[in-house]
């Protein structure tokens, strides 16, 4: 009997603990459970991830390697570039490389190729754009007539059509663009370019243009944010100490510029600023000024457009973080002796960092990209690098060089997260 009830015993053991077998296939069960849960929850997110990849992560991509990409002078002159592949660039070419020079220009001039060519190697030297139409049409006629025979013959045809063939600088012009990758439009984009011996230097003053705007770009955007900043910071403050039915009313009126086209709201400041406009009527009635200011169509009417249009972005960060500061740790200061500027520095201001630099972060990236605004606001001397790499686009067609422009302004876009996740860290953002 003893031995009975042991044994049963034993089996109701076995039956409550499982068999090794048992709990390995639970064990199997439960990792193919979560591993479908985890392929079903990758399945739903897969949408979104192709609309992303279409419609941001493709674009930057491909304006990353027009950058880079300059195949036309390769693809047109192939056999003019492989002859300048031995040239030392001391002294004019060999007369053959003359005569293969020619062959290309008359036969893209016949192909009505040239144009192209002769647009992009205007970019690197310029005059190149007159000089390959002038020799192109000298050298067709000449062919036509079947006056050159030789090499030798070539050359000195070309430099009686241009002397400019006599120089090297048109050669060198060749040379720098024999690559189908290049850094040329990077250097452009920075006022620079290959000399004549192949090393990087600086743009003639005459030709420096984007340096200056971009520099101009970053300290308006730097000038706006912090211009929300001091706007917005006592804002978000008195937002988020009301009662909460008169912050709300408050919070309308913040969001009330999100609901009005941004077309809108630039040419009422248009409307506003300009020398007949509203606010010259009013300084001039009350006799704050006897001859009216100049406001709009300059850098002064960019900024106080920009800054009303961006406020919102800086006061709903701000706004996110103060709501959630407990009122309690400013009444302890002030119970133990601390003066409200002592307290507000060294207690309240810490704790709204994570809303300033997210606020600054998002006004500042999103300024340096503002294209209507300073279109139409600020004229020719309030226009930013946007305006021009806008024109590169849609009338120069220079797209590799508003591709490098678009890329300048994304590796500094990306410079500002990496310092904001030093000092801050990504994960503290908030945005309301």
């Given at each position: ?204 003053e005459r030709r420096q243009i984007y340096k200056a705007l971009l520099i101009k770009t970053f300290a308006m955007s730097a000038l706006i944010t912090v211009l929300c900043l001091l706007l917005g910071y ?84 701000l706004y996110s973080v103060m709501k959630n500061i407990s009122p309690s740790y400013m009444r302890a200061a002030r119970s133990l002796g601390a003066k409200p500027a002592y307290a507000f520095i060294h ?31 600020g004229g020719r001397s309030g226009q930013m690098i946007s305006n021009f790499i806008a024109y590169h686009m849609q009338t120069s067609l220079n797209w590799g060089l508003a591709a490098a422009l678009g ?26």
């Amino acid at each position: 009997m003893k031995y009975e009830a042991i044994s049963a015993g034993a089996l109701d053991e076995s039956q409550t603990i499982g068999t090794p077998s048992t709990n390995n296939s639970l064990k199997m069960q439960l990792r193919r459970a979560e591993r479908w849960n985890r392929t079903r929850a990758f399945l739903l997110v897969v949408p979104l991830l192709l609309f992303v990849g279409v419609t941001f992560i493709m674009p930057i991509m491909d304006m990353l390697h027009r950058s880079i990409h300059d195949p036309l002078i390769v693809d047109h002159l192939p056999k003019t570039v492989a002859a300048l592949e031995s040239w030392d660039r001391q002294q004019i070419p060999e007369d053959t490389t003359y005569a293969v020079l020619a062959q290309e220009l008359v036969s893209l001039h016949k192909q009505r190729d040239l144009a192209k060519v002769a647009g992009r190697l205007n970019t690197e030297f310029s005059g190149m754009r007159s000089l390959l139409s002038k020799s192109a049409r000298g050298l067709a006629r000449l062919n036509a007539g079947a006056g050159l025979e030789s090499a030798a013959d070539t050359r000195e045809a070309m430099i009686r059509i241009d002397a400019r063939w006599s120089d090297i600088q048109p050669w060198a012009a060749i040379k720098n663009l024999n690559s189908r990758y290049t850094l040329s439009y990077y250097l452009a984009a920075l006022d620079m370019h290959y000399d004549v011996s192949g090393d990087i230097s600086a743009q003639p003053e005459r030709r420096q243009i984007y340096k200056a705007l971009l520099i101009k770009t970053f300290a308006m955007s730097a000038l706006i944010t912090v211009l929300c900043l001091l706007l917005g910071y006592p804002l978000a403050h008195l937002l988020a100490t009301l009662p909460e039915s008169r912050s709300n009313l408050l919070m309308i009126m913040v969001l009330l510029p999100f609901w009005t086209s941004l077309l809108v709201r630039t040419t009422s400041w248009i409307v506003l600023l300009q020398t007949e406009g509203v606010i010259n009527d009013v300084l001039i009635s009350i006799g704050l000024i006897s001859e009216r200011i100049r406001m709009v169509h300059n850098l002064f009417g960019t900024v106080i457009a920009m800054t009303h249009i961006l406020l919102p972005f800086m006061v709903l960060p701000l706004y996110s973080v103060m709501k959630n500061i407990s009122p309690s740790y400013m009444r302890a200061a002030r119970s133990l002796g601390a003066k409200p500027a002592y307290a507000f520095i060294h207690i309240y201001l810490p704790q709204t960092l994570p809303g300033i630099g997210a606020g600054a972060i998002l006004t500042f990236i999103l300024s340096i990209g503002f294209y209507i605004t300073p279109a139409l606001v600020g004229g020719r001397s309030g226009q930013m690098i946007s305006n021009f790499i806008a024109y590169h686009m849609q009338t120069s067609l220079n797209w590799g060089l508003a591709a490098a422009l678009g890329g300048i302004l994304l590796g500094m876009v990306l410079l500002l997260y990496f310092v904001y996740n030093r000092l801050i860290g990504i994960n503290s953002l908030k945005v309301g």
